[in-house]
């Protein structure tokens, strides 16, 4: 009995040692994926093998990554661990609640962030809303930040999940800027619709209902008719989206639909990058249909400048500084500006000034970003000011570079992840 018990072992380590070779061949010898959809990121290439990354060990940490990234049916062993860890009743998978009513909550601690970042962030937030008030008028210039799920869908957060709160940041915001009138605080109006749909299951953003009554507050803010829900004829374009929390968690659940709210002003012409791209509408649907990621249908891609002409005749230009949140808020704006100017300081080294001086018919400005990312966001030099840039002067000579700019060059590579 023990002899075959020990025929058995060996056989059964000799079936290993042959599979495990015939993974290892095959990854090796399979075609390198620079890109994994299911994911959403970037997947780590055959580091080059240098004296100082050697000695340095960067290159051992990137080729145990490479091996990692590039090994043979990844995407299955990712899912098939993933759906085990779920089976073994555990409620957070690699930074993720898994929450009640099939939504995936993306987890957030006090320890995540860099005190000294955030202040600074606060800091230059403040500073940049100050100046441009000063230079257009208060009464033009409005800041909005969308809470994330954690701070929203408490009551479909794990029992055991950890209290956090993100909204002390706008808080502090709107205490230190000199108009906090013009701060539009969120997480009252979203918490009373947290029932509904607002935001997706399975990705960070929220959804287009979500923007929705973000809007009506920047609307009463200024003053404006707040349109009623049934005043837009909404459409379903997909019913598969599986988005970032997804490709995080790799869990099963149901995946979310997204809608667009029709209005009678989307007759626009859009650019983005100075003509890398053009478009006639606010909508991408190819580029939505290319991926996973199905909230590119919101102007395709996060980009450092999209200008959209609406062919209106308000005499108003807007200029939005923006993350991804605003993305499919934006089109809610159309019928009150001329023109609007997204940036999104995270893919430019340019300051901000550059804008006020190529587009000097800006009346308005709006900054949204959701509190999360402007709480890690390492790109906010971009958004300060110098003398004259608002009434146009001539640039003056300084370094093009801005703080941030080495970080922002590592950051860059894996950005596809985070939005």
Known sequence: MSMDIKKFRILFIGIFLVMLGGF???????????????????????????????????????????????IFLRDQWVNGYANMQRFLGKKEINGVYLGKNGYLIEKYEEKDFDADLETSNIARLSDFLDTVSEGLGAE????????????????????????????????????QVEH?????????????????YIYYRTDHHWTTLGAYYGFLEYQRLNGKALPDLDAYEQEIVFHDFLGTTYNKAHVRTQPDEVRLFHTDFEKVSVEGNDGEFTSDSFYFKEAALEGFDRYQIFFSKNTKKIVIKTGNKTGKT??????????CF??????????????????????????????????????????????????????????????????????????????????????????
Not at 185 to 193: A, D, Y
């Open 24 to 70: 290892t061949v095959w990854s090796f010898a399979n075609p390198k994926k620079a890109f994994s959809d299911m994911e959403n990121r970037s997947l780590q290439q055959m580091p080059k093998v240098t004296k100082k990354s050697v000695f340095s060990g960067k290159f051992q940490k990137k080729y145990e990554t490479y091996l990692a990234d590039q």
């Open 180 to 196: 906090g009138e013009r701060m539009i605080h969120l997480g009252e109006t979203l918490s009373g619709h947290k029932k509904e």
């Open 140 to 175: 033009h210039v409005s800041c909005l930040f969308v809470p994330s799920k954690i701070d929203i869908l408490t009551e479909n957060l794990p029992a055991y999940a950890e209290k956090y709160s993100g909204l002390k940041v706008a808080a502090q915001v709107k205490k």
């Open 318 to 327: 807007l200029l939005v500084v923006k993350d991804s949140f605003a993305n």
């Open 330 to 419: 934006v089109p809610f704006l159309a019928e009150s500006y001329d023109e609007i100017i997204m940036v999104d300081p995270r893919y430019t080294k340019a300051k901000i000034g550059t804008i006020f001086r190529e587009y000097k018919e800006i009346t308005d400005v709006l900054v949204l970003f959701n509190i999360e990312k402007f709480r890690k966001d390492t790109h906010l030099s971009v958004l300060k000011l110098r003398p004259g840039d608002l009434r146009g002067d001539e640039e003056q000579n300084e370094p093009e570079k801005t703080e941030g700019d080495d970080e922002e060059d590592d950051i860059l590579d894996g950005l596809i992840s985070l939005d």
